[in-house]
């Protein structure tokens, strides 16, 4: 078992606020800018937080995933073991006719397969806005995250949030409130502009323990971390403007309605996906778009379910990399070590107890050492691309 060390409420290191000059030592040293801010988490860390609940303080978690997706029974009992609640709405059963009436009339680029995943997220917004809901958090069905999501990580982030977007002290959202927020980015897979870029718009840098050491990073997200000179164990959050992947994002009422007005079907002249799509919006309509990083949520490795509806079988995406983790999820709950048959009633009812008293002590339940086996490393062609 692997500790990720959670500190004490009293030694807890405070959150920082990046500078905004970009150079290395103003980057890694932290500055007086935004000081009340850092005040205000300070605040926070020290008075202890408290796990998120069941739905990680949005009204309701919702997995994009067709009926036929295998991916589902894996999905499932993770959200078992970390105890949250993710609903699945039902997806329709879209024909050839559907697809050709979603493509563009001129310049369409899009494949089947991407076609069918943009048309499940818009189902996904659907069914969200026919409830009260305020916010949703959206998943795709391959995700996974770290065990510890609902006691440390979402707490800290959300925080972070809260510091950073609050607007007046009657602001009192979980998520701060849904008007000064149109998309949250927890799971994402690149976002990779220059350093300059994000510190000239608020952010944040917090101390998480539960981030991965940066050589297990996806070598993507080192090399991003490593432009700014962050330290080990901490999150950047910051404004989004080219978020690739929709592992998990956030919408509130109104953006989900700005995405079924505008993003209902392929753009003009032609759009390969539902990421690049929500990406433009980010970068070009000045949607306000926040994310984090590394981020919580982050693809498992399998068969694409885009390739297998473009007709090209069982393509595997990320990495090739046996029983080894989830990148950039230090302890994920998606792990081959974690898998119980539904089968076998008795083995998950202990398996689950077993494994909340491990991470309850702040320990990860995966054997490190087993799960390096066959790992050859980046060099033999085992990182793969982050999407």
Known sequence: MRSWQRLPRSTRRNHQCLPTQSTAAQVAQGSECFSSARQELRNIVRDGLHPANATLGFGTILAVSHIQSPRRRSLLWAANLTDLEVVIPDQEDWTEGDVQNFRAKEGSSISKGSAL???????????????????????????????????????????????LLANNSSDTGYWSHASNWDLLYPGHCDDLLSPSTYLAHPHLLYRDDTTPQHTLLHPDTFNFLHSFALPEGTRFLHRAFWPFCTFAYAVTRRSASLILAHLSREL????????????????????????VSPELFHHTQGQSEISRADGNGDVEVGAKRATRATWNIGCGARHAQLWMDESDVVGRRELKALVEGIVERGECPVDGVEEEKGWKGCEWGECGAQS
């Open 117 to 163: 995943a943009w048309l499940g997220h818009l189902d996904a917004l659907r069914w969200f806005l026919n409830t009260t809901h305020e916010t949703a958090l959206i998943i795709e069905d391959d995700v996974d995250w770290d065990m510890s999501i609902r006691q440390t990580q979402i707490p800290l982030l959300a925080a972070a949030v809260r510091v």
């Open 268 to 291: 003009e002249g032609g759009t390969s996906a539902f990421d690049v799509a929500l990406l433009a919006s980010c970068r070009d309509l000045d949607w306000r778009c926040w994310s």
